[in-house]
């Protein structure tokens, strides 16, 4: 249990999400709880309820999720080593003092906390030329 904070009694929520083709309008949610069903045998039985957000919605809700799509699109082999314009510093905004921290960001999306990690080294590099430089492909301690 990653935050017991969050649960009530024996109440634990739980976050999944789904890739789906581009356009993708329908409901995965059968196929997500059957798929987690499989490697937890009474999964199913325990949920107390649920809450669909589609690719549709999610693309209504933030407008950086176009087509519902949570990882910032695709993205090409230059902009997960540069981010997401070409730049030997992709945390920088050029604005002193503000950097950029999200997906968009080397190493890029599905290795969560790294991209904040990275900008947070940035930013003490600003501060103390002798900080740990941002690194790609390291995993976040």
């Known amino acids: 249990l990653a935050d017991p904070q969050r649960s009530v009694g024996d109440v634990h929520p739980l976050y999944a999400y789904a890739h789906v083709p581009a356009g993708y309008s329908g409901d995965a949610t059968e196929a997500l709880v059957s798929q987690i069903e499989r490697f937890a045998p009474g999964f199913r039985d325990r949920i107390v309820a649920m809450r669909v957000i589609t690719a549709t919605e999610w693309s209504r809700r933030n407008p950086n999720f176009v087509g519902g799509d949570i990882l910032t699109g695709a993205k090409t082999p230059l902009q997960f080593t540069l981010g997401p314009r070409i730049s030997t510093q992709p945390y920088d905004t050029g604005v002193p003092g503000y950097y950029l921290c999200s997906a968009a960001t080397p190493p890029g999306p599905g290795i969560h906390g790294l991209c904040g990690v990275n ?12 900080a740990p430089r941002p690194v790609a492909g390291a995993r976040a301690a």
């Open 119 to 130: 900008a947070a080294r940035r930013a003490l590099r600003g501060i103390v030329p002798s």
